[in-house]
C-alpha cells in the first residue's frame, strides 16, 4: 500500500489529522494549500482532493478517499491502532472517548463558528450594538461548554482528557478548544486554567511538534 495522502488546507482542523498519524508512526504525504484572498481552498485543490464537498482534511488511503475529521480519526484508529491506545476497548473510557469526538464538532465547533459567521455575515447597516448583543447571547453555550471541559480536565487521572497519555479526544478537542480562545469566540475575556494548561501540554507533545513541522501548520 502506498503512504497516506493528507490533504491539508492551512489554518484549519487538519491538524488533528496529521498529529493522529504521527501518533500512529504512519508514513503518509502531505498535499498543502493556502486559503485564497477570500479565506477559501483554492477550487483546483477542492476537485484534486476528491472529496465531493470539498472540505478539508481529506485523506486517502488506497482505494479510499475519507473526509470529516471525526471519521478520519475513527478510521485511522480501527485499522491502524492494534494496541487500541487512542480509542481503548474499555466500555467506559472507550464512551467517553468517542463523546468528545463527536462534541468536538458537534458541540464546541458548532458553538464557537456561529458566532465567526455572525462576525463574518451580519450585514454592515444595522443598528449599532446589535452585533454586541448576538455575540453575547451565543456566548453562553461556549461558554457552558469550556466550563465542562474545565471540569472534566479537572477530574481526569492524568495530563489529557482521558488519562495519562493522549487519545483521539484530544487529537480531536485540540483544536476545536484552541480555535475558539484564540479567536474569543464567546469567551466574552473569561478565563480557564485547565483548558489552557491541557492546550500547553498537547501542543508540546512530540507527536503534535512533527505534525506541525511537516505541514507548516499556523493558526
Known amino acids: 500500500m502506498p503512504p497516506i495522502t493528507l490533504w491539508f488546507l492551512q489554518a484549519s482542523r487538519c491538524i488533528r489529522t496529521a498529529w493522529l498519524l504521527e501518533e500512529l508512526g504512519l508514513e503518509y504525504n502531505v498535499k498543502s494549500t493556502g486559503r485564497t484572498p477570500a479565506g477559501k481552498a483554492p477550487d483546483d485543490f477542492k476537485r484534486q482532493s476528491g472529496n465531493p464537498l470539498g472540505k478539508f482534511p481529506t485523506i486517502q488511503d488506497g482505494d479510499l478517499t475519507i473526509g470529516e475529521s471525526g ?7 480501527e485499522t491502524y491502532d492494534k ?64 466550563n465542562w471541559l474545565e471540569d472534566e480536565l479537572s477530574k481526569s487521572s492524568g495530563r489529557f482528557l482521558c488519562g495519562d497519555h493522549v487519545t483521539a479526544a484530544d487529537v480531536m478537542m485540540q483544536f476545536s478548544a484552541e480555535f475558539i480562545l484564540a ?6 475575556g473569561k478565563n480557564w486554567p485547565k483548558v489552557e494548561e491541557w492546550l500547553q501540554t498537547c501542543t508540546n507533545t512530540e507527536g503534535y511538534k512533527r505534525a506541525v513541522e511537516k505541514t507548516g501548520h499556523k493558526l
Open 71 to 77: 471519521a478520519i480519526t475513527e478510521y485511522l484508529c
Open 183 to 188: 479567536r474569543e469566540l464567546g469567551t466574552q
Open 83 to 146: 494496541a487500541s491506545k487512542y480509542i481503548p476497548k474499555d466500555l467506559v473510557t472507550r464512551t467517553k472517548v468517542l463523546q468528545w469526538i463527536h462534541a468536538s464538532e458537534a458541540t464546541f465547533a458548532l458553538h464557537g463558528i456561529a458566532i465567526l459567521y455572525t462576525r463574518w455575515n451580519l450585514p454592515k447597516d444595522v443598528p449599532a450594538g446589535t452585533l454586541e448583543a448576538m455575540e453575547k447571547g451565543l456566548s453562553v453555550n461556549v461558554q457552558n461548554d469550556l
